[in-house]
């Protein structure tokens, strides 16, 4: 199948022109006119996954390898050392990230993976107006993300709404006018604001919010005439 073909579909699935200005979702490595012979769905790549994996494989990625301009290429440093491996395997390397945390994976995480009925959806933001003991919340979020603790910010007993940025969503607390907030990557200067505005704020962490993008994008590619297959991309955090 070309890849021009598979980008095509993508484009339907989850419209590349929806990402962020400063986003880098599309393609990332490769030619439109390569046969794919196989694809491989993931979070990221890294070394071992690409040298496992076998030659003209297209790999579909929620986070850009590439964000910036490079002025140089250190194969001996990332993210270069990754795509000279690829170059040299003719593998492709297609990214999906805000484009599609807007059109599916935000959505998913609140609805099927929280069991959280939407009351308002608005780009990155999910919200709910259940309400919930903090216990009741806790013990949900650890759970259904399968952590053991987690980072609490301005802990409130009882919750009235909750909202949901899957990655790293502080910076739209702003925008939240429920109880609380759930996100990943909060920094120290986030809490203090979230404090100060009376917003409890619950740290569920980048990848353990973001790690179920293979199953969610496979479902729409069922119906393409290619093997897709997901890798459980590794958490960089232990």
Sequence with gaps: MKLQEIYNKLDEISPFDLQERWDNSGLIIGNMDSNIEKIILSI????????????????IVHHPLIFDGLKSLDFAKYPAKLIKIMIEKNQSLIAMHTNFDKTHLNRYVFEEVLDLEIASFEDFLSVSNKVFTRRELISLVKSRFDIDKVRVVNPKEKIRGVALTTGAGASLMDRVSVDCLLTGDIKYH??????????????????????FFGEVLKMELENLPILAIISNSQNPFH
Excluded: P, T
């Design 190 to 211: 986030d809490a203090i604001k979230a404090k100060s505005q009376d917003l409890m704020m619950i740290d569920i962490g980048h990848y353990e919010s973001e790690q």
């Design 44 to 59: 990221d790549i890294d070394e071992d996954l690409l040298l496992k994996s076998d030659k003209d494989v297209l790999f």
